[in-house]
C-alpha cells in the first residue's frame, strides 16, 4: 500500500513539473504578431527601442501560469506591437520629410544653378551685342550707351534714311529685343546752316525717321522718345566742312535699365 501512495505522490510531482504554460487565442495571436513585426525590417530598423520593449512581454508571455495570466499578458504584448507599430510610423514619416527637404535642397540648387547658367548665357549674348554696337561706334558715356548715325545716313538735307542705314538699325534692333527693360532716346542735331526754325526741324524729323525704323522693326514705340536740338549741340566747330557734316547726326542714346528718357534730356 506505501509503495502504491509513493508511486502515486511521485507521478503527481512529475506531473506538475512538467505542466505546460498556459495559452489562450488571443495571446497566441498576439505572440504570432509580434513575431511578423519582429522579423520585419521596415519596422525593425525604424523602431528598435520599442521593439526591445514588446520582446520583454513577449518573454514573460511564453511562461503563463494560467489563463487570467494569459489574457493579461495579451493584452499587454498588443499594447505594445501597437507601440511599436506607430513608432515605426513616426519614424518612416521623419524619414520621407528629412528625404523630401534633401530632394527640395537640391531641386532648388538646381535651379539656381541653371538660372545662374542662363543669365551667364544672357551676360555673353549681350556682351556679344555690346561689342557689335561698338563696331558701329557706339561709345559708353553717363547718359548711357550712345549710338551716331551720321549726316551720309540721309538724303541731303531729307529726314529719310538711306538703305546705308540698315546694318546699324538691325544691330540696334536685335539689343534692344534682348534687353527689353532698356528705354532709348533718339535726338536729331544739324550744323548752323539755315534758321534755327529750320534745323529743329529737320533734326526733329529724322530723330522720328530713326524711331519709325524701330517700331517697324518691332520695339514698341513707348520704349522710344525722339528729340530734335538743331544746332545747338555741335560736336565740333561748324566753321568748316568737315565739322558741319559731323554736327549733322542722330544720336541714340540707349539707357540703363530703370532709367527714364525724362531724366536725360538735355
Do not use: W
Not at 495571446?27 to 520585419?40: F, V
Not at 510610423?89 to 521623419?94: N, Q, T
Amino acid at each position: 500500500m506505501n509503495k502504491i501512495i509513493y508511486i502515486a505522490i511521485a507521478l503527481l510531482f512529475i506531473g506538475g513539473c512538467s505542466s505546460k504554460p498556459a495559452v489562450t487565442p488571443s495571446l497566441k495571436n498576439a505572440q504570432q504578431t509580434y513575431m511578423r513585426i519582429k522579423n520585419d525590417p521596415s519596422i525593425s530598423d525604424t523602431a528598435p527601442l520599442a521593439l526591445f520593449e514588446a520582446e520583454k512581454i513577449y518573454q514573460l508571455s511564453r511562461n503563463a501560469k494560467d489563463e487570467k495570466e494569459a489574457r493579461h499578458l495579451a493584452y499587454l504584448l498588443n499594447h505594445e506591437i501597437e507601440v511599436v507599430k506607430e513608432s515605426a510610423r513616426r519614424e518612416h514619416l521623419k524619414n520621407q520629410i528629412r528625404k523630401l527637404k534633401v530632394e527640395k535642397q537640391k531641386a532648388l540648387l538646381d535651379q539656381k544653378e541653371t538660372q545662374l547658367l542662363l543669365l551667364q548665357k544672357q551676360m555673353r549674348q549681350t556682351k556679344a551685342k555690346l561689342k557689335e554696337l561698338e563696331e558701329l561706334n557706339a561709345k559708353q558715356t553717363n547718359r548711357g550707351l550712345v549710338l551716331t548715325l551720321g549726316d551720309v545716313l540721309f538724303e541731303s538735307g531729307k529726314a529719310a534714311l538711306l538703305p546705308g542705314s540698315k546694318r546699324a538699325i538691325d544691330k540696334l534692333v536685335e539689343f534692344l529685343k534682348d534687353n527689353p527693360d532698356r528705354k532709348v532716346l533718339v535726338e536729331g542735331h544739324t550744323d548752323d546752316v539755315g534758321s534755327a526754325t529750320y534745323n529743329i526741324d529737320l533734326s526733329l524729323r529724322r530723330a522720328q525717321s530713326v524711331k519709325e525704323a524701330l517700331v517697324e522693326k518691332g520695339i514698341d514705340e513707348d520704349r522710344i522718345t525722339a528729340l530734335g536740338y538743331g544746332e545747338i549741340y555741335p560736336v565740333v566747330s561748324n566753321a568748316d566742312a568737315a565739322g558741319r557734316q559731323r554736327n549733322r547726326r542722330v544720336e541714340i542714346v540707349i539707357l540703363e535699365k530703370g532709367v527714364e528718357p525724362e531724366s536725360m534730356h538735355r
